[in-house]
């Protein structure tokens, strides 16, 4: 959304007016649930620490002034709630690994490509939603879910050949916006939180 937009929001954010809320929430709630997930490797976990964070965000909103440090508030909160909850359950070594590193100075550096990631993400989504519904639905089982092309035709009720057609088209339509390396990123990311989520 445009920041100018979102700078006129505040006002009636501070005096707690639900659709200024909503708007944010809808700014910022799915990247910021990439984002978690890339550090604990569970979506369930993310979006519960995400809401949290969105209610901390509520219960202080008169101290906010601008967008950004909304933003920083929730990335900040997301963080922190989700270095905590991997101090507090038994985590895989890669965790606890990345933690420890997350934990020191030197951690801010990944903290800040994750949330770029995370906001890349969230784009490439949007443009995602804007794909004809079968296209769609055919990147999504690929690079979301998984799926190889053989399974997608027998889900599907289509060839092979169709299916990779969809696919080709899909992403012709992503790099009239996207670059090549964004849209490699994207892929990488998606592969990571398919393995995460194993």
Known sequence: MNADLLLDLIPAFQQGESHAFNTFFKEYYRPLCFFAEQLLGNMADAEDIVKDGFVKLWNRKEDFDHPKSIKSFLYTTTKNASLNHLRHQKVHDHFQQEMLYLDDKKGD???????????LMQSIYLEIEKLPEKRQQVFRMI??????????????????FTVKEHKAKAL???????????????MICCSSILLLRK
């Open 143 to 160: 690079f979301l879910e998984g799926m190889k092309n053989d399974e997608i035709a027998e889900k599907l009720g289509i060839s092979v």
């Open 109 to 119: 550096e990944l903290i800040l490509q994750r949330m770029i990631q995370s906001e």
């Open 172 to 186: 012709q339509q992503l790099r009239l916006r996207f670059s090549d390396q964004q849209l490699m990123l994207f």
